[in-house]
């Protein structure tokens, strides 16, 4: 999955209002950036198989350290201490919002895989929607589109950019998609992992830049 890892952030922010989207969008893809890290590193390791799936050419064979089922919680547990620190221990809400986003990461993606993700010894799960183009796209743009939903309702625009902001990122990321899926960019591993990596960093900022044209709505603040 790529941009639908994104619902789950913006739904948790407007739950947990006082959690950064920034780090909630940073979270639910905690695991995929470890991933293009490992991948560069030659720690996890990825065939191009053209035509693998009808969404990408990715054979994920060996990637235990960041999307096997214990590796997931352990990022979860990870990934909701930083946050709670980071937030200067004050609110163990905010530490339970990241674990979450970073915990939705590894179920979103057993949606979407063929059977590559490691559960214990050699048995490995995934649904394999990415095995059908359109319903995976569908899975994607509904996530997002439920989770930017849920919080463009419970926040209000400040100017003009914040009042287009929600609709403009559905565009985009939906765009994002799309080239992705039709375009097939992924040409060797390296290539595949730095331009994850690329996307993991920039859709989080773009998303904090337009969060902080909008604030919280009184009713659910
Ligand atoms: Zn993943």
Known sequence: MFVGHYGPAFALKRFVPES???????????????WGVFVLAGIEHVRIVPGFTECNSLDLHH?????????????SVIGGIAAWLYAGRKS????????????????????MHRPDLPLYGDSKVGLGLWNYRWPALFAELISLGIGLALYATSTRP??????????????????????????????????????GLLSFV?????????????????SLG
């Open 158 to 195: 400040r100017d003009a950019i914040g009042r287009a902001g929600p609709l403009v990122l559905f565009v985009a990321l939906t765009g994002a998609q799309l080239v992705n899926l039709l375009l097939d960019p992924a040409t060797t591993p390296q290539a595949t992992a730095i331009s």
């Open 202 to 218: 920039s859709i989080p900022l773009a998303v904090a830049w337009l969060d902080k044209h909008r604030s919280l709505s009184k």
């Open 63 to 75: 990637i235990p350290y960041t999307h096997s089922l214990i590796a997931a919680v352990v990022w």
């Open 20 to 34: 950064s989207l920034f780090a909630l969008c940073i979270g639910v893809q905690l695991v995929d950036i470890a």
């Open 92 to 111: 163990p809400r905010i530490g339970v919002a990241a674990a979450l986003a970073v915990a939705s990461h590894w179920i979103l993606d057993l949606l």
